[in-house]
DNA sequence: CGCTCCCTTGAGCACGGTCAAGAAGGGTGG
DNA sequence: CCACCCTTCTTGACCGTGCTCAAGGGAGCG
């Protein structure tokens, strides 16, 4: 079953174009010149570094397939994964304008990324104010995303921030146009999903495992399936308005 | 000894171009241009509402004094203090691309904001565009203190926590002009802390007396006294790059 | 076949939450 | 000017969520 294969475009630019259009207004005129940007394409193993801390980068790179994450380490050796990045996100588009990476970047998963130079972005914005809005709303969707992880690390409990967590990944990656329903292939280490939501490997264990114990969810091998979406969505207390999907029915 | 008030500049103006020389290159035309906004002051009270989430605002506004903060809230009725915003700090500047708020912005103290409109702001934006590149790295600015949010909430213990934020608002403080030496006042109650940092309230009390203990703070009233900066900044981790300002020194 | 990485489970513990009650401060009205 | 009230700070006691440490099992890979 090569579902995945058939979901996915056949031009990189395509991915960045189906991107902007889930969160602006882009002109057929607009896509044509974005279409015509130069992306030189890469692939990436998992937990390849992409970008350290102090790195002066002159590329950004949108996601064509897998997943990345932005993570921060602590003075104790602990890190946090301040976000992921799904097929079409644009994790470090804020290099364009801050010099200094003060996170890191990584794949998580086998993954595909297009490079682009921050001249190339630069000189678009310039061209095309449409397009230049829709990056800035891009880097804007991400604050807000940030936004939220705050309040779900903070002041939610394992139980339901694993949940939440879930529930983003799923309706970003159906945003994304990479899965069909709600099952998701996630080769993701319940060690990475502790650092993600701020919890030990071994307590993201247990949780999922109550999760499944409460139907919400089934997972075989790398697969997570969302067996119960209303009783996940409800147990992670999510609402996707912060995403700022243009068309948010696509979520359910 | 009014010394805050000699440090206030005269114009709302003003505030908003220290701000962006902070952290941008702007000419003094662009200064002037800048000086020519419609920037319309008001008043606040502490602890009142601004702007609340679903919100659809025509207008953004610029902190001139005071302390803002952003927030959200959970289905358990819990709060989370997201960021916090100080003098010169335009909080929903997203709000020109991203029409829906999805958290809320509150006053913390009392203070004085400028109002000013979307339009105002698309309109410089397009004739000025190194003006427009600033106002993007203001809101990239913020990305990156939310990231930094997102790991000292999920990684770091009260102890640690609690010093990072107060490191950060000591400094943002300085940057805004509005402190000197590492005294601030702070008229801001234990359980705002805690929902920053998320913490109860009266683990935040713990923490505090225990940074008293340390010899790193001292309080009194309202003032907060960082009698150890260098411990302090130990203690909390803290690392400013993620503050992207021009001149970093100015924070120590 | 053996290595490594990841998942899983158990046991004990500690960090921080919750509950409750008293003290201190600041503002308001008589 | 004082009395009152309300909010915030403070402290104690108890408890629970989630961490740490440790060991075994499974799956993929060279």
Redesign the pocket.
Known sequence: MEVTKSLRPAFSSDVLIRKLRGIADISDDDAAALGGLTIQEKDVPA?RDILLEGDRPTNSFIVLDGVVCSSKHTGAG?RQITSFFVAGDLPDLHGIHLSVMDCNFSSMTPGRLGVIRHSVFRSICEQRPRVATAFWRSTLIDAAIYREWVTNVGRR???A?AAHMLCELIVRLRFAGRIEDHVADLP????AL?DAV????????????ALQGDGLIA?S?TKLRALDWPGLVQAGEFVPTYLHQKDPDVAF
């Not at 993701?188 to 060690?191: E, G, K």
């Not at 701020?198 to 495992?209: C, E, F, I, P, Y």
């Open positions: 937990n602990k409990d394992a139980y921030r993701i280490t319940q060690a502790g701020g919890l030990s490997a071994v307590h993201v264990n247990r949780t999922l495992q997972t091998g």
